[in-house]
């Protein structure tokens, strides 16, 4: 699978970008990276949050044990 890179510049502030790499425990690159990946993980979040009560699952717990 061929992921498609982006080089950017970002004006951060030092502290700022300290505190998330101690945090981390990692790089820059990784730090911005895993930052970028958690405010996605947010709004995935959200969106889900936004379908609760309107998806209707219908399952049967006891059909579910026997496929084990």
Do not use: F, P, Y
Not at 23 to 50: F, H, K, M, N, P
């Amino acid at each position: 699978m061929s992921v498609a890179l982006k080089k950017v510049t970002v004006h951060v502030q030092s502290d700022l970008l300290k505190r998330a790499q101690r945090a981390s425990g990692q790089g820059i690159t990784t730090t911005v990276r895993r930052g970028l990946e958690l405010v996605a993980a947010v709004d995935t979040c959200r969106q889900l949050r936004s379908l609760r009560g309107k998806v209707h699952l219908e399952i049967d717990l006891d059909a579910l044990r026997e496929d084990r």
